[in-house]
């Protein structure tokens, strides 16, 4: 089954790191195929965050990393402030599907 | 600057049809893959198609598969989305997007995101 999981939600105080996790498969990041991030706020688009597992667009700051091994990735927020709050999707292409596959979300909540 | 710009959404019945567009500018349309993806209300995102550069190859998400059709003009810088058979599933923002590397824009990490048009299934 081609599915990227995701925690529903990750919290943390000012400050502190979270990460999030995204599990795949052998038909999607288990393949080699690159995971990337996004940052929607409510009412917008989605952001690029993270792109090709581990690198960012320009202006977007260095607090965000992303890694990635076997069939799962991750995205780590160290330094975190209260205008990260936010939804958090990973995505990747898949094999099975023949496109491109979101993860189910992740809301982060700064508290 | 890179523009994204949907149109075309709007109320329709079960089992009708609407047809949105998408008009590129500010980098060559012609080189890059385009998407649509997709947002009900309070849910996530989901990718529904795809259409390659020269239109040769295209895909869809099962749910939609032989209901909705892609396709692109590339003389007009637009992509499309023909959605026939809507189902109240099918409702919420639908978004157009492509990636700044053309050579890898099928594969995701989408740079350029339009701002949606909403896409509203009710009897």
């Known amino acids: 089954q081609s599915v990227l999981t995701q925690p529903p939600s990750v919290s943390g105080a000012p400050g502190q790191r979270v990460t999030i996790t995204c599990t795949g498969s052998?038909?999607?990041?288990?393949?080699?195929?690159?995971v990337h991030w996004y940052q929607q706020l409510p009412g917008t688009a989605p952001k690029l965050l993270i792109y090709d597992n581990n690198s960012r667009p320009s202006g977007v700051p260095d607090r965000f990393s992303g890694s990635k091994s076997g069939t799962s990735a991750s995205l780590a927020i160290t330094g975190l402030q209260a205008e990260d709050e936010a939804d958090y999707y990973c995505q990747s292409y898949d094999n099975n599907l023949s496109g491109v596959l979101f993860g189910g979300g992740t809301k982060l909540t700064v508290l | 600057e890179v523009l994204l710009v949907e149109s075309g959404g709007g109320v329709a019945q079960p089992g009708g049809s609407l047809r949105l567009s998408c008009e590129a500018s500010?980098?060559?349309?012609?080189?890059?893959?385009m998407h649509w993806v997709r947002q009900a209300p309070g849910k996530g995102l989901q990718w529904v198609s795809l259409i390659s550069w020269d239109s040769s190859r295209v895909s869809y998400i099962g749910s939609v598969r032989g209901r909705f059709t892609i396709s692109r003009e590339n003389s007009k810088n637009s992509l499309y989305l023909e959605m026939n058979s809507l189902e109240t599933d099918d409702s919420g923002f639908y978004y157009c997007?492509?990636?700044?590397?053309?050579?890898?824009?099928?594969?995701?990490?989408?740079?350029?995101w339009g701002q949606g048009t909403l896409v509203s299934v009710s009897s």
């Open positions: 052998r038909s999607n990041i288990g393949t080699g195929y690159a």
């Open positions: 500010g980098f060559t349309f012609g080189h890059h893959a």
């Open positions: 997007a492509t990636k700044a590397d053309r050579y890898t824009s099928a594969y995701g990490g989408f740079d350029f």
